[in-house]
Each structure stands twice: as C-alpha cells, then as structure tokens.
C-alpha cells in the first residue's frame, strides 16, 4: 500500500479511470462524527451515551443492524423508524448549523474533466440527496445508489459495477473508507483509494493507496 502525499499523486494514479466511486459517510466529508452526535442526542431520553469505543463498532453496518446492536447492547426498545426520522432530524440540522463541507480532496477531484461521479452509500437516499442538496453538489453525480435504499450489499453493486454504472472495473476508482468494501474493490481490479478519518485511524489495510484527511 503506498501513502498519497498531495493532489499531484493522487491524480497520476487515477488519470487513465473513467469513474470515481464514492462512499459517502466519512469518505466524501467528515458526516460520521455528527451522525453519531445526533444518535447520541437520540439516546439521551434512555440515558444512554455511546462512547468512542462503542462508536468505531458499530461504524460500517448499515442503520437497521446498528439498531439491533444498539438494543441488545443497552437492552432497550424503540420504534425504529421513529428512531431515524428522529435522528435524521438532529443530523441535517447539525450539518447546517456546523456547516459541514465535503473534504478539500473532493472538490478538487469534482474539477476533473471526463470522468463521471458516482455514490455507493449504505446510508439512505433520502439523507444522501438531503446533505447533497445542502451542500449544492448533487448535480455532480451522475446515480447516487443506495443499498439501504435498495435492499443490497454494496458488495454486490462493486463486483458489478458494468451492471449499475455502466463502466468495466479496470475504468473506475474507488474512494472508501472501509477495508470491507476496499477488499472487495481491489478483488475486482478496481483502483481502490482507502480515505483515513479519526474514526477508522490506523485501520485502513485493504486498499491500493491510502489518503488521509486527518
């Protein structure tokens, strides 16, 4: 695995792709840190506040399996839909008043000319497009993808990414910030760029080069 140093390697490397792949939380900016503020704003009510340690645990799972390791963990009960509009409630509002921006990396890769954007997130469409709109880029990715959404692993779209975008593996480059997903990008042939943040430091293995935004 080879460190990126600044945006010069970091374009040497990609410049031959036709498609960046991005995850969304922790990868296009630092969403995870007020995601879990607002999970933590929800618990309050059962006195329950969820510590770093818990947190880096639970990071990577999509929001239903969070649910039901939250109760068994805290052997609690919640409606969960409730629950998230709840939660997704406090999280845009903290993604305004904080005024969130997406890493200095992206923005300089969404200036690239002939290459088409796209998203594969677990989180749901609503809240992708909801923090897309807020920060007025959703109209640099060509399909926001969603596997809550959808009801599919994410695995499943990166094994095929001809069948949901439209480009052969050895044409795109993934941006990730889980070594799952990376494994399974880099399996594929895929360029597979692991995003290092506070919540996965010194974790990140699985991926072809590594850009930290800490």
């Given at each position: 695995m ?7 390697e970091?374009m040497l ?5 036709k498609?960046?792949l991005?995850d969304?939380d ?8 007020l995601h879990?503020?607002a ?18 645990r ?11 390791m939250i ?6 009960s919640?409606?969960?839909e409730?629950?998230?509009k ?7 509002e903290?993604v ?10 992206v ?20 809240v992708?497009?909801?923090v ?9 990715f060509?399909?926001v ?10 695995e499943?779209?990166?094994n095929?990414?001809?069948?949901y ?13 889980s070594n ?6 880099m ?5 597979s ?13 699985n991926?072809?080069?590594?850009w930290?935004?800490?």
């Amino acid at each position: 695995m080879k460190f990126l140093k600044n945006k010069k390697e970091l374009m040497l490397n990609i410049k031959s792709k036709k498609m960046y792949l991005f995850d969304f939380d922790g990868t296009l900016a630092d969403t995870e840190t007020l995601h879990w503020k607002a999970y933590n704003m929800c618990l309050e009510e059962y006195n329950i506040v969820l510590s770093n340690k818990n947190i880096k645990r639970y990071i990577g799972n999509q929001e239903t399996k969070i649910y039901k390791m939250i109760k068994s963990d805290y052997d609690i009960s919640f409606d969960e839909e409730v629950f998230f509009k709840k939660r997704i409630s406090f999280y845009l509002e903290l993604v305004k008043s904080q005024k969130l921006k997406p890493f200095s990396y992206v923005f300089d890769l969404l200036e690239c000319e002939g290459v088409e954007f796209n998203i594969l997130s677990s989180n749901r469409l609503e809240v992708l497009e909801a923090v897309l709109d807020i920060w007025d880029i959703r109209d640099k990715f060509n399909l926001v993808i969603s596997a809550a959404t959808n009801n599919i692993d994410k695995e499943t779209v990166i094994n095929n990414t001809y069948d949901y975008y439209g480009y052969k593996k050895g044409d795109v480059a993934l941006f990730e910030d889980s070594n799952k997903y990376l494994k399974v990008g880099m399996a594929n042939n895929i360029l597979s760029i692991g995003i290092e943040h506070y919540y996965n430091s010194n974790s990140l293995t699985n991926c072809d080069y590594l850009w930290s935004t800490l």
